[in-house]
């Protein structure tokens, strides 16, 4: 299952809301869609499981939806910590894979 | 604390030989499915091989089917990968990952995930 992540790149300012597309090839059960935020030089963290559901810890401000072959992740009031590669995944069938990410600037 | 730690990564000449280890503390590891996930440089995310809880239904890729393989020792918390034949192009950053989900499968999300251990095949 291929995913692919729109747009590719994106920059935006403190106090904006950013959101990012994410396309499957197939379609996939909702149950099995997640987001996740890498920031340089650590490793991928799970923002959203479920295609809406947000994990432990993770902040009101990041919200996600999406059904069938089409997920979004939306984030508002930006802040600079927000910036970031974001990626989505799947795990509906194996082998699971990402989408290409998503880098986030925020200035 | 709730933690993976991998180590094992090195410098490999190809046709080399590596065994990667992912040790897990704070939480009950035979619960969890377990994956290793790799990230070239400049690239995303990659899933590689999944297991069991328990140690069943090893998974890898076909990119590394026949020359990788994952097993975990659940008595000493630890997840293995043992890659044989390194190609230049397994030249990655490995992480082992969690499955959210202390259902023993390896069919959700990643909820925790370890630090890297860089691999390079040259």
């Known amino acids: 299952i291929v995913l692919t992540q729109s747009p590719v790149t994106l920059s935006l300012s403190p106090g904006n809301s950013a959101t990012i597309f994410c396309r499957a090839s197939?379609?996939?059960?909702?149950?099995?869609l997640a987001w996740y935020r890498q920031r340089p030089g650590q490793a991928p963290s799970l923002l959203i499981y479920?295609?809406?559901k947000r994990a432990s810890g993770i902040s009101e401000r990041i919200s996600a939806s999406g059904s069938g072959t089409d997920f979004t992740l939306t984030l508002i009031r930006l802040e600079p910590d927000d910036s970031a590669v974001y990626y989505c995944?799947?795990?509906?069938?194996?082998?699971?894979?990402f989408g290409q990410g998503t880098k986030l600037e925020i200035k | 604390e709730v933690q993976l730690m991998e180590s094992g990564g090195d410098l490999v000449q190809p046709g080399g030989y590596l065994r990667l280890s992912c040790s897990g503390s704070?939480?009950?590891?035979?619960?969890?499915?377990m994956s290793w996930v790799r990230q070239a440089p400049g690239k995303g995310p990659e899933w590689v091989s999944g297991?069991?809880?328990?140690?069943?239904?090893?998974f890898h890729i076909d990119a590394v089917k026949g020359r990788f393989t994952i097993s975990r020792d659940n008595s000493k918390s630890t997840l293995y990968l043992e890659m044989n034949n390194l190609r230049v192009d397994d030249t990655a950053v490995y992480f082992c990952?969690?499955?959210?989900?202390?259902?023993?499968?390896?069919?959700?999300?990643?909820?925790?995930w370890g630090q890297g251990t860089a691999v390079t095949v040259s």
């Open positions: 197939v379609r996939i059960d909702s149950g099995t």
């Open positions: 990952a969690r499955d959210r989900s202390p259902g023993g499968s390896y069919d959700d999300a990643f909820d925790l």
């Open positions: 479920g295609a809406s």
């Open positions: 704070g939480f009950t590891f035979r619960n969890h499915g």
């Open positions: 297991i069991t809880g328990v140690g069943g239904r090893p």
């Open positions: 995944q799947q795990c509906d069938s194996t082998p699971y894979t």
